[in-house]
């Protein structure tokens, strides 16, 4: 089993940044891919971003580009989100989400074997 614990989020101006992180423990995370998901109030959950195990392949929701970006410390087994130039419309839970199958799979298929509980992000304006 694997546990995922996000941390970071917060209270933030708009243009603002975040960094987040997804701590994973229980077992190693390198083999699995692993991504970013949010989800706002009465709104289904959306895809932000996904990297692949080795971290080589990063592949990011088309509204979120330029200012999202994903990375991974596999020596840390942590995952993290830097979010620039925060706008109201980005304020959601902020969960991360791991795959063994692939950054695809997190990406297309939104399947996941597992799910961290959620960060909340909230942008003033």
């Known amino acids: 089993q694997v546990q995922l614990v996000e941390s970071g989020g917060g209270l933030v101006q708009a243009g603002g940044s975040l960094r987040l992180s997804c701590a994973a423990s229980?077992?190693?995370?390198?083999?699995?891919?692993m991504g970013w998901f949010r989800q706002a109030p009465g709104k289904e959950r959306q895809f932000v971003a996904a990297i692949s195990s080795s971290g080589g392949i990063t592949y990011y929701a088309d509204s979120v580009k330029g200012r999202f970006t994903i990375s991974r410390d596999n020596a840390k087994n942590t995952v993290y989100l830097q979010i620039d130039s925060l706008k109201p419309e980005d304020s959601a839970v902020y969960s991360c989400?791991?795959?063994?199958?692939?950054?695809?799979?997190?990406?297309?298929?939104?399947?996941?074997?597992?799910w961290g509980q959620g960060t909340q992000v909230t942008v003033s304006s």
């Open positions: 989400a791991a795959a063994l199958a692939g950054w695809q799979s997190l990406a297309f298929r939104r399947e996941t074997d597992y």
């Open positions: 229980g077992r190693r995370v390198s083999s699995y891919a």
